[in-house]
């Protein structure tokens, strides 16, 4: 009988112990995007940007957004609201990201990755604009 106890104690526990396991309602999708801007990569989702300046949008098309993080000049990630001094204004609204970024007269490259999320998920975009001739 002490046996047939434990026996059941036992498999009682690996039977909590696994329903504690994965939980379906825990796991988030990946964001999903609708651009007409071409990725030259999927993650992070690079883009390159035109040296004259341009505008580019993004729709999620399963989260709205929460807000976007940026990596600041001392590699930190930051709310983008809090940065300041930028080449780019990047902005969202429900579930659309844009980003718009003047002519890059610097005479170099620039880039910025940015982050936007929502909840427990989040992407990154990794922008590079290339001076203009």
Request: a negative charge; hydrophobic letters at 40%; aromatic letters at 14%.
């Given at each position: 009988m002490k046996a047939a106890?434990?026996?059941?104690?036992?498999?009682?526990?690996?039977v909590i112990m696994g329903a504690c396991?994965?939980?379906?309602?825990?796991?988030?999708?990946?964001?999903?995007?609708?651009?007409?801007?071409?990725?030259?990569?999927?993650?992070?989702?690079?883009?390159?940007?035109?040296?004259a300046g341009e505008t580019v949008i993004f729709t999620c098309t399963n989260y709205s957004m929460m807000g976007v993080d940026a990596i600041d000049q001392q590699g930190n990630r930051t709310p983008i609201e809090d940065l300041s001094a930028t080449w780019y204004t990047a902005t969202w609204s429900d579930n659309v990201f844009i980003l718009i970024v003047p002519a890059n007269q610097t005479g170099k490259s620039r880039t910025i990755q940015l982050y936007p999320w929502s909840g427990d998920v989040q992407d990154s975009f990794l922008f590079t604009q290339p001076a203009q001739n």
């Open positions: 106890l434990s026996t059941f104690f036992i498999i009682a526990l690996c396991g994965d939980d379906p309602e825990g796991k988030w999708d990946e964001m999903k995007w609708k651009s007409q801007t071409r990725f030259t990569s999927d993650f992070p989702h690079a883009v390159t940007l035109d040296a």
